[in-house]
């Protein structure tokens, strides 16, 4: 029986995270704590019988350094691993590198609110949730899903919102729905596939290191 299993993991604790600001397509390195939850993450995943064929991840620092430290606690340090800009986070445009407080003082709460968790509304100059799926899940459809069809057992690490896409692509949400959709950092979610590509059950599990 082939196995098709897709196991998507958020990047670990970034220093954007620590002090709650807005990244985007900025590249902070992760905080020891971020350190601390990828080897988690990874310890979890070997103990729970977890191996990988091939590994997908950003052109980000943080969710790059988060799959090394993952693959190093697997033992799979030489797999293969393909990037991708169309996995990167969604561009928050003049909110980057703001601190979120200071983003609702600046534009108000309902506002800031609706740029972070709708899924159609555009920050200034950045990326709506919309349009991050419109980048990644074609990516994913002829990238990914193929590779796990075949039965090769696939990790992707990536980013909060590029995650929530493809969580609302996978799980058949509404716009309205995944409004409510949040990855902790280093969240770990499993899915695995019948033969024409339905999504057979989901699994969430979050590492032993959380503080934030």
Same mark, same amino acid.
């Given at each position: %029986?082939?196995?098709?299993?897709?196991?998507?993991?958020?990047?670990?604790?970034?220093?954007?995270?620590?002090?709650?600001?807005?990244?985007?397509? $900025?590249?902070?390195?992760?905080?020891?704590?971020?350190?601390?939850?990828?080897?988690?993450?990874? *310890?979890?995943?070997?103990?729970?019988?977890?191996?990988?064929?091939?590994?997908? @991840?950003?052109?980000? +620092? $943080?969710?790059?350094?988060?799959?090394?430290?993952?693959?190093?606690?697997?033992?799979?340090? @030489?797999? #293969?691993?393909?990037?991708?800009?169309?996995?990167?986070? *969604?561009?928050?445009?003049?909110? +980057? !590198?703001?601190?979120?407080? #200071?983003?609702? !003082?600046?534009?108000?709460?309902?506002?800031?609110?609706?740029?972070?968790?709708?899924?159609?509304?555009? =920050? =200034?100059?950045?990326?709506?949730?919309?349009?991050?799926?419109?980048?990644?899940? =074609?990516?994913? +459809?002829?990238?990914?899903? =193929?590779?796990?069809? #075949?039965?090769?057992?696939?990790?992707?690490? +990536?980013? !909060?919102?590029?995650?929530?896409?493809?969580? %609302?692509?996978?799980?058949?949400?509404?716009?309205?729905?995944?409004?409510?959709?949040?990855?902790?950092?280093?969240?770990?979610?499993?899915? $695995?596939?019948?033969?024409? !590509?339905?999504?057979?059950?989901?699994?969430?599990?979050?590492?032993?290191?959380?503080?934030?």
């Amino acid at each position: %029986m082939t196995e098709r299993t897709l196991v998507l993991v958020r990047h670990g604790q970034s220093y954007d995270n620590e002090q709650d600001l807005f990244s985007g397509l $900025r590249d902070p390195d992760l905080t020891s704590q971020g350190v601390a939850e990828a080897i988690q993450a990874g *310890r979890q995943l070997l103990d729970l019988g977890f191996r990988f064929d091939l590994a997908f @991840t950003s052109e980000l +620092a $943080r969710a790059q350094r988060t799959l090394t430290l993952i693959l190093a606690e697997l033992g799979l340090s @030489t797999l #293969e691993v393909r990037q991708s800009g169309a996995l990167n986070e *969604r561009d928050y445009g003049e909110l +980057a !590198g703001l601190n979120k407080e #200071e983003a609702r !003082g600046r534009w108000g709460v309902q506002q800031v609110r609706l740029w972070r968790k709708s899924y159609d509304a555009v =920050p =200034p100059g950045g990326e709506s949730l919309a349009m991050t799926a419109d980048r990644l899940v =074609p990516y994913y +459809a002829q990238e990914i899903a =193929p590779q796990v069809q #075949e039965g090769k057992r696939t990790l992707v690490v +990536a980013h !909060g919102n590029s995650l929530r896409s493809l969580v %609302m692509h996978l799980d058949k949400l509404s716009a309205q729905d995944v409004a409510d959709v949040h990855l902790a950092t280093t969240q770990i979610l499993v899915y $695995r596939f019948d033969e024409a !590509g339905a999504v057979l059950d989901k699994q969430s599990i979050l590492t032993d290191v959380r503080r934030s």
